[in-house]
T-cell receptor, first 113, second 114 residues
């Protein structure tokens, strides 16, 4: 089966840095995605890693280690609007650039003043 | 235009009703998806269409019937649903050429089966 694990909840302070971890064991791997989802809204794409290393995009960075089945999302200079659910998702191999995207349970981040 | 538009936003239906959910995108994406999301749970893949052909069906019950009339439209026909089918139904699309080929999600249809 497919297994993607993330912490259920995290709390951080405005202006701080927070790291959300994700570990995965899947039958194949063709990229890892991070999505942000505010309550009652659609998920929005944040980042993508397919090779090992760090990808930086403004206040958000994502890291991948394929040998360890591990990724993290780093959020810097936290703002109140960053309070949301953060979903780690793995695209399975063999489905080209589309196909199966399997989501973890999501991490609910609460940013406090 | 980077939007995926879903209609209706909310739907209440009885167990004997037939209804359809609609999804539209004009980004030229050739892959379109239906996901189901229960409260406080992640999205679960239901169907994938690639170039208007069904490429993945995640063993979804036949009371859910997808249709892709053209490259911009995706429908989900509903018939004889159960109360446990109540959920947020998300449509998504992606291009399939240059990675990451991330999925763009619509705002969803919140379905309640009574």
């Amino acid at each position: 089966g497919q297994n993607i694990d993330q912490p259920t909840e995290m709390t951080a302070t405005e202006g701080a840095i927070v790291q959300i971890n994700c570990t995965y064991q899947t039958s194949g791997f063709n990229g890892l995605f991070w999505y942000q989802q505010h309550a009652g809204e659609a998920p929005t794409f944040l980042s993508y890693n397919v090779l090992d290393g760090l990808e930086e995009k403004g206040r958000f960075s994502s890291f991948l280690s394929r040998s360890k089945g591990y990724s993290y999302l780093l959020l810097k200079e936290l703002q109140m609007k960053d309070s949301a659910s953060y979903l780690c998702a793995v695209r399975l191999h063999g489905s080209g650039n589309t196909g199966k995207l399997i989501f973890g349970q999501g991490t609910t981040l609460q940013v406090k003043p | 235009d980077t939007e995926v538009t879903q209609t209706p936003k909310h739907l209440v239906m009885g167990m004997t009703n037939k209804k359809s959910l609609k999804c539209e995108q004009h980004m030229g994406h050739r892959a379109m998806y239906w996901y189901k999301q229960k409260a406080k749970k992640p999205p679960e893949l239901m169907f994938v269409y690639s170039y208007e052909k069904l490429s993945i069906n995640e063993s979804v019950p036949s009371r859910f019937s997808p249709e892709c009339p053209n490259s911009s439209l995706l429908n989900l026909h509903l018939h004889a649903l159960q109360p446990e089918d109540s959920a947020l139904y998300l449509c998504a699309s992606s291009q399939d050429r240059t990675p990451p080929c991330e999925a763009f999600f619509g705002q969803g249809t919140r379905l309640t089966v009574v």
